[in-house]
């Protein structure tokens, strides 16, 4: 999926612990900074997206192709 695709508020799934987990998109990143208690080494030309659990309220970053909308 394009990082372009994904935005604040879209709902997407990944897999996490061999489950799938469905949430929010929170926010892109796109430059190095802590998020989700790690240091994301999120850049322009490869950005992550902070997401929320819909099941926990915990917040995951991850790149876009380990996102998919629904």
């Not at 469905?22 to 790690?38: D, I, N, P, S, Y």
């Amino acid at each position: 999926m394009a990082d372009k695709d994904l935005k604040k508020g879209d709902h997407v799934t990944w897999r996490s612990h061999g489950e799938n987990v469905h949430g929010t998109v929170e926010q892109k990143l796109t430059k190095r900074t802590e998020a989700a208690g790690r240091t994301v080494a999120a850049s322009p030309d490869d950005p992550q997206y902070r997401v929320r659990s819909d099941k926990t309220g915990k917040d995951a970053v991850h790149k876009p192709g380990a996102l998919k909308r629904g």
